[in-house]
């Protein structure tokens, strides 16, 4: 089975701009977590999501956002960037989240100037 | 929230002798703990994982014990191998990712001596 995929795996965006990554996770997975990963405050944990619907959320203000959609591939968007949103993201999936295995992919690598 | 923390944050060992990561956790209802590999430019890999009813659990030359009185976990890997050189991290959840998703300790960065 092909693994968890992210794309871009690469993004310079500007402050103030948005931004919106993309995870197709593993073949019937149907729950997809996203984290954040930063030199200073390791892996954060965003949101998961399960069937389209957002089942948990982590610490993070409302600019930080997500859809699933029905084929489970998930999107995650960040407005109004600043400059510590500056990060590695990191998209997993499971078969049905709760004590199912998590599954990272390659993460994207967001800069922000 | 739970919090986890993890030691040492750099580990140096001649190849072919044994590593040991340690982590506690502070929340008792915590029940998954999976261990996380993560070389350069790659997301983590999951390299094993124990529940709350097993004390320990081992795959080749990698194991982890658990003591849940004590909060704490640790991953073992005998005869190390270059290869083995990499940033692992544990984490902890109470349902395996739910509530909180996982969270995880700050890493320790294991460096394989020739």
């Known amino acids: 089975k092909a693994g968890v995929t992210q794309t871009p795996r690469y993004l310079i965006k500007t402050r103030g701009q948005q931004v919106t990554l993309s995870c197709s996770p593993i073949s019937g997975h149907r729950s997809v977590s996203w984290y954040q990963q930063t030199p200073g405050q390791g892996l954060q944990f965003l949101f998961e999501?399960?069937?389209?619907?957002?089942?948990n959320k982590g610490n993070f203000p409302g600019r930080f956002s997500g859809r699933q959609f029905s084929n489970s591939r998930s999107e995650m968007n960040v407005s109004t960037l600043e400059l510590g949103d500056s990060a590695l993201y990191l998209c997993?999936?499971?078969?049905?989240?709760?004590?199912?295995?998590?599954?990272f992919g390659p993460g994207t690598r967001l800069l922000v100037l | 929230g739970e919090n986890v923390e993890q030691h040492p944050s750099t580990l140096s060992v001649q190849e072919g002798d044994s590593a040991v990561i340690k982590c506690t956790y502070s929340?008792?209802?915590?029940?998954?703990f999976p261990w996380y590999k993560q070389e350069l430019g790659k997301g983590p890999q999951l390299i094993i994982d124990?529940?709350?009813?097993?004390g320990e659990k081992k795959d080749q030359r990698i194991a982890v014990t658990l003591n849940k009185t004590a909060k704490h976990f640790s991953l073992h890997i005998t005869e190390t191998q270059p290869e083995d050189s990499a940033v692992y991290f544990c984490?902890?959840?109470?349902?395996?990712?739910?509530?909180?998703?996982?969270?995880f300790g700050k890493g320790t960065h294991l460096i394989i001596q020739p």
């Open positions: 999501y399960f069937s389209e619907t957002q089942r």
């Open positions: 997993a999936s499971s078969l049905r989240g709760g004590l199912e295995t998590q599954y």
């Open positions: 124990i529940r709350s009813n097993v």
């Open positions: 929340d008792s209802a915590s029940n998954y």
């Open positions: 984490a902890a959840s109470d349902t395996g990712g739910g509530a909180d998703g996982l969270t």
